[in-house]
Nanobody, 117 residues
Framework: QVHIVESGGDVVQPGGSLRLSCGAS????????MAWFRQAPGKQRELVAS???????NIADFVKGRFTISRDDAKNTVHLQMSSLKPEDTAVYYC???????????WGQGTQVTVSS
């Protein structure tokens, strides 16, 4: 059974920082990539950042320069380091794991990030 668990969401003031973590367990296949998405109320879910197991990264323009994504292969874990947070960053942040061997993808339940004064 594959389980994807996100953590690290919190309430933070504008300009603050948070570090989100995503751990994948029960993985018996090669992972192609892991990614962070976010969804604010009434808005479309959008890609924030992704990283392949080969090390290639993609950062969305709206967070470039403020967010970074990293991975820990030994633990099948990815992190999203967020700085200079803005109110518009408020959303539920979801982690996605993409299989490299089969057309499978798995999502976590999300972690809430709220940026407010």
């Amino acid at each position: 059974q594959v389980h994807i668990v996100e953590s690290g969401g919190d309430v933070v003031q504008p300009g603050g920082s948070l570090r989100l973590s995503c751990g994948a367990s029960g993985i018996t296949f090669n992972i192609h990539s892991m990614a962070w998405f976010r969804q604010a109320p009434g808005k479309q879910r959008e890609l924030v950042a992704s990283i392949t197991m080969g090390g290639s990264t993609n950062i969305a323009d709206f967070v470039k320069g403020r967010f970074t994504i990293s991975r820990d292969d030994a633990k099948n874990t990815v992190h999203l380091q967020m700085s200079s947070l803005k109110p518009e960053d408020t959303a539920v942040y979801y982690c996605k794991v993409q299989s490299g061997s089969y057309p499978f993808e798995f999502w976590g339940q999300g972690t809430q990030v709220t940026v407010s004064s």
